[in-house]
């Protein structure tokens, strides 16, 4: 299977050296597509699809969120089979393979991990299946990675949690928050510090473009007003409100995975797998 991959950061890099079969890295950064063919003992072919005669079975877009819609419109014709992203968004990514690759297969993919993480849980969407992205899928499960299938509009709200609303909350308190002195630490404090320090030895254009793509933020600003505004009864009411809705959503969480895909498998048709 060929493999063109464009984007040669983190993320097309973990897709090169999770997929089997004969890997093209293109990127606007030349040197950078040179050491990811390399990792993998692959090739590059130029960006412009202009200056590139050869066609590929596969076309995966590791781009930006941001740039996807214009990444599939420019390079979806360089694909014999199939077009993939990993860009993280996947509504839009899906149009617009179906706007520019409608008679190939399409799929969408959103590794919920750093590449060094890896491997973890992976929610993808399939616009149409078939046996190239049903090979990418069998190689991305193979790596260990736990395959969620789900919908675009399924996927795209809970980014809205997961990531920006999640991004927020741990940023605005290393904003509103000091710095203490060694011995003063509490669990809570310790944990969040830690999530600070994630947070920011990200990407930060990375995490900008996802605050940009997904709501979150402003609901975050919105719950911190109300704290700030409770008097010391509102807060007891509203620390009680909010610890029984996330027991009770984690008690069912763990009711669902616990019995419901274990039943399933049972049958040999593991649940929202692969």
Known sequence: MDVLIVGAGTMGRWVGDTVDGSITFADVDEAAARDAAEAVGGRTAPLDPAADDAS??????????????????????????????????????????????????????????????????????????????????ADLEAAGNDLVETTADEHDGAMESVQAAAHASVLAFAIAADRVPSGFETPVYGDLRRLVERVTGGTPRVYADIQSEFDGAEAVAEAAA????????????????????????????????????RASEEAGEPRERR
Do not use: K, N, Q
């Open 56 to 137: 590929y079975d596969v076309v995966c877009l590791a781009v930006p969120m941001t740039a996807i819609e214009d990444a599939v419109a420019r390079h979806a014709p360089r694909a014999e089979s199939a077009v993939v992203d990993v860009a993280g968004v996947m509504e839009p990514a899906l149009a617009a393979m179906e706007r520019h690759a409608p008679e190939r297969e399409r799929l969408s993919l959103h590794p919920l991990f750093a590449p060094d993480r890896a491997p973890g849980a992976v929610p993808f969407v399939r616009g149409a299946a078939g046996p190239r992205t049903d090979a990418v899928l």
């Open 226 to 261: 109300r704290i700030a505004a409770a008097d010391a009864d509102e807060f007891e009411s509203l620390l009680e409100e909010v610890g029984a809705e996330w027991t009770d959503g984690e008690r069912a969480i763990e009711e669902s995975t616990d019995s419901t895909p």
